[in-house]
């Protein structure tokens, strides 16, 4: 079957809805690992659980909404306290998490209409070990009043299970194509009163949209319907026979079940509605029940109806027993989800990547464009048009720093991810391990993020298991049995830092170097640094591991995390001390598309640095670089300063000024001194991505293009820094 753009983009967005659920959901069963007894997470599964079944029942995807239920009851008895929360619990209900976002990844693929064997099984073996909780007579009573079904028609004065109405409640919500067919909503509804007589009649137009777009042939309406008549249920049923294929139809008898009502309330639309209003429409309460319930609440506290009805009218429902408790809950649930909706739309808008990286490169060509104007207009004799073209400047940079802002996003809903890599890895290999989160609110570039998953992953498996010992050896070694693995985001310089740090038993420097001279990777005789010794763990195929293991071992995947974290403009340092513990720290850029640069010119070629790497700039006379003694080193202000005369090191010829220039940059809390021709200034800069042909072509970034239109190098400075 064929959707049309519309269905598709509610299928798209219910996808996306819900799996941002099942990350809460596994974020708050996280949290009852650490304390069983915090309710508000409780609650939060609950409501997670709760509405992706409401969501899956609306868009056909039963079989979702069906464990769904089934997981929903047990929690039902959790939250009444029929059942005691337990460890054991909680792991079935992370093995429910993955098995839903299994799901969930199953059907958005449209041509799976039905569970393949694989998922068949796993459901099964879940719902049985859901069942043995659900089968315990204390769960019994909570399930019934979740579940239970009244009989039509039977008295309800004393049953707790069914809703006392004795009309008839008929929801209809008719199909765009009705009057195009011929046939006229209306008509049926008039033919409703020779079966017997409409007591309350709600005309529903949530499906209304606005007068431009409206169609005048599409049929936009729905009715809830109070139906007083003694026809059984297939006579009002035949009524609607003629379009019972294009519309939805709901019909419920008098004195129908609770949980009816309550799917009529998950049915509702997603739109902001008072308790009173919700239960009217649901036929559960009538208007002359409501409106002595708000009559008692303002002579007892003598409020206005609004306030009274927002605040207490709920509970005067259920004290009168107007209405049942079960399906209030469900009102208030209905409603807070919807509160809750919409605080989320006020606050954000979904917008595809691909269109957003669109507006980058638009707005990246748009200040190409802006340089050249700026350029020609400063060659040009006219005051007017030199500010005017200032002034667009400035407008272009503001649009280029929004823009660049929309695409920044706080890294911690990625750092969050991995706390479930952290415990089910430690309890695979019997570890006790506290995995601290610091510096989530530090944001960065979605396009860093995205890519940044992986290696964190490898480096995090990589300190359960080789970093912190088991309980027993870090006992002997003298620490807590529990280890700490630390994972932490911050500025620095103009870059992010994310730093992967485990309080484990540290590298073994002797080891790794022993293990690159029988490689072929270092020298005997040679002496090594401590930082030039961690750097062989990145050799393809380096491992000191004594056992292969499922996590690590095969001296695959360290090579691989720096290919990643340099083809995003990174680094990665390591940082250990044998006995305390090993740090691994990844510096980044800030974006990948826009910066802030400095341009420099060393003999005819102009280079740009980024700007926030850029500490100073000072001069230097030729003389006195030429005349020194005792290595590349100059005096800044009483510092030793390294410098790098960058005409030497890109082997450019010509004769060299008198007095040079130097430009102090930092990184990776480095500093060094590069020795130029000439200082331009500060560059917006669009970084260009250079070809395949120059993978190989060291010490240069990216490119980007001048006003001019020539083409000016992007420095890599964390990779110059490093061969100073």
């Given at each position: 079957m064929s959707l049309n753009k519309s269905e598709k983009n509610f299928k798209k967005e219910y996808f996306t809805e819900s799996r941002?659920?099942?990350?809460?959901?596994?974020?708050?069963?996280?949290?009852?690992?650490?304390?069983?007894?915090?309710?508000?997470?409780?609650?939060?599964?609950?409501?997670?659980?709760?509405?992706?079944?409401?969501?899956?029942?609306?868009?056909?995807?039963?079989?979702?909404?069906?464990?769904?239920?089934?997981?929903?009851?047990?929690?039902?008895?959790?939250?009444?306290?029929?059942?005691?929360?337990?460890?054991?619990m909680i792991a079935l209900f992370l093995e429910c998490h993955d098995f839903m976002m299994n799901l969930v990844d199953f059907f958005e693929d449209d041509s799976n209409t039905e569970l393949d064997d694989y998922n068949q099984?796993?459901?099964?073996?879940?719902?049985?070990?859901?069942?043995?909780?659900?089968?315990q007579p204390a769960c019994e009573e909570a399930v019934s009043?979740?579940?239970?079904?009244?009989?039509?028609?039977?008295?309800?004065?004393?049953?707790?299970?069914?809703?006392?109405?004795?009309?008839?409640?008929?929801?209809?919500?008719?199909?765009?194509?009705?009057?195009?067919?011929?046939?006229d909503p209306y008509s049926f509804i008039r033919y409703l009163t020779e079966k017997g007589e409409i007591q309350h009649m709600r005309t529903v137009c949530d499906r209304m949209p606005d007068a431009a777009s409206m169609n005048p042939e599409f049929c936009y309406l729905g009715f809830e319907i109070d139906f007083r008549s003694s026809a059984a249920k297939k006579d009002i049923e035949d009524i609607f026979e003629f379009v019972k294929d294009d519309c939805e139809i709901r019909i419920l008898p008098p004195n129908t079940g609770i949980s009816d009502y309550v799917r009529l309330i998950e049915a509702l639309p997603e739109k902001p509605m008072r308790i009173g209003e919700m239960l009217?429409?649901?036929?559960?309460?009538?208007?002359?029940?409501?409106?002595?319930?708000?009559?008692?609440?303002?002579?007892?506290?003598?409020?206005?109806?609004?306030?009274?009805?927002?605040?207490?009218?709920?509970?005067?429902?259920?004290?009168?027993?107007?209405?049942?408790?079960?399906?209030?809950?469900?009102?208030?649930?209905?409603?807070?989800?919807?509160?809750?909706?919409?605080e989320t739309n006020r606050r954000t808008i979904r917008v595809e990547a691909e269109k957003l990286d669109k507006l980058i490169n638009l707005i990246g060509e748009l200040v190409i464009t802006g340089?050249?104007?700026?350029?020609?207009?400063?060659?040009?004799?006219?005051?007017?048009?030199?500010?005017?073209?200032?002034?667009?400047?400035?407008?272009?940079?503001?649009?280029?720093g929004s823009s660049m802002g929309i695409r920044m996003v706080q890294i911690g809903e990625t750092f969050n991810r991995f706390e479930r890599v952290v415990r089910d890895l430690s309890r695979e290999k019997g570890k006790k391990i506290n995995f601290i989160i610091m510096g989530g609110d530090t944001e960065l570039d979605k396009t860093l993020i995205d890519k940044l998953a992986d290696p964190l992953i490898h480096l995090i498996r990589n300190s359960v298991d080789h970093g912190?010992?088991?309980?027993?050896?870090?006992?002997?070694?003298?620490?807590?049995?529990?280890?700490?693995?630390?994972?932490?985001?911050?500025?620095?310089?103009?870059s992010v830092v994310i730093e992967v740090k485990d309080d484990g038993q540290g590298l073994d420097k002797e080891k790794i170097l022993n293990k690159a001279i029988?490689?072929?990777?270092?020298?005997?005789?040679?002496?090594?640094?401590?930082?030039?010794?961690?750097?062989?763990?990145?050799?393809?195929?380096?491992?000191?591991?004594?056992?292969?293991?499922?996590?690590?071992?095969?001296?695959?995947?360290?090579?691989?995390?720096?290919k990643n974290i340099e083809?995003?403009?990174?680094?990665?340092?390591?940082?250990?001390?044998?006995?305390?513990?090993?740090?691994?720290?990844?510096?980044?850029?800030?974006?990948?598309?826009?910066?802030?640069?400095?341009?420099?010119?060393?003999?005819?070629?102009?280079?740009?640095?980024?700007?926030d790497m850029v500490t100073e700039c000072t001069e230097v006379h030729r003389d006195d670089l030429d005349l020194r003694e005792g290595g590349n080193y100059i005096n800044l202000r009483g510092d030793v300063l390294p410098f790098m005369k960058m005409r030497d090191f890109f082997r450019e010829k010509g004769e060299e000024p008198l007095k040079h220039k130097v430009v102090v940059v930092e990184h990776a809390r480095k500093k060094v001194g590069l020795i130029v021709d000439e200082l331009v200034g500060e560059f917006q800069t669009v970084i260009k991505p250079l070809g395949k042909i120059f993978n190989r072509l060291q010490w240069i970034s990216g490119s980007t293009i001048l006003g001019t239109g020539e083409v000016a190098y992007i420095l890599d400075i964390p990779r110059l820094i490093q061969a100073e």
């Open positions: 941002e659920l099942l990350d809460a959901m596994e974020m708050s069963l996280l949290e009852l690992e650490k304390d069983n007894t915090d309710n508000d997470s409780i609650n939060s599964i609950f409501r997670s659980v709760h509405t992706i079944k409401g969501n899956s029942g609306m868009f056909g995807y039963d079989r979702i909404g069906e464990f769904t239920h089934i997981l929903e009851n047990v929690l039902v008895c959790i939250r009444s306290g029929k059942l005691q929360l337990t460890g054991e099984k796993i459901f099964s073996g879940l719902e049985v070990k859901l069942n043995v909780y659900l089968e009043v979740n579940n239970s079904i009244g009989e039509p028609g039977s008295s309800c004065a004393d049953d707790e299970m069914t809703v006392c109405n004795d009309c008839w409640h008929i929801s209809l919500r008719f199909g765009e194509n009705v009057f195009r067919d011929g046939l009217r429409e649901i036929g559960s309460l009538t208007p002359a029940e409501l409106e002595r319930a708000l009559m008692l609440q303002n002579i007892q506290d003598g409020v206005s109806l609004e306030e009274s009805e927002k605040q207490f009218v709920g509970k005067i429902l259920v004290e009168e027993k107007m209405v049942p408790k079960p399906v209030l809950d469900a009102a208030l649930e209905k409603q807070q989800t919807v509160r809750r909706r919409e340089s050249n104007v700026k350029q020609i207009s400063e060659s040009d004799e006219k005051t007017g048009l030199v500010k005017a073209v200032n002034d667009m400047s400035k407008l272009i940079e503001e649009i280029r912190i010992g088991t309980p027993d050896e870090r006992t002997r070694a003298g620490k807590p049995a529990a280890g700490t693995l630390t994972l932490n985001a911050f500025h620095e310089t103009g029988e490689q072929g990777l270092a020298r005997p005789e040679q002496a090594y640094q401590d930082y030039e010794i961690h750097q062989f763990i990145f050799h393809p195929g380096f491992s000191t591991a004594a056992e292969v293991t499922n996590i690590s071992g095969r001296g695959v995947g360290m090579d691989v995390v720096k083809s995003l403009r990174g680094n990665i340092m390591i940082e250990s001390e044998p006995g305390e513990g090993t740090t691994m720290r990844i510096h980044l850029p800030l974006t990948l598309a826009i910066i802030d640069g400095f341009m420099v010119r060393i003999a005819g070629s102009h280079y740009v640095l980024p700007l």
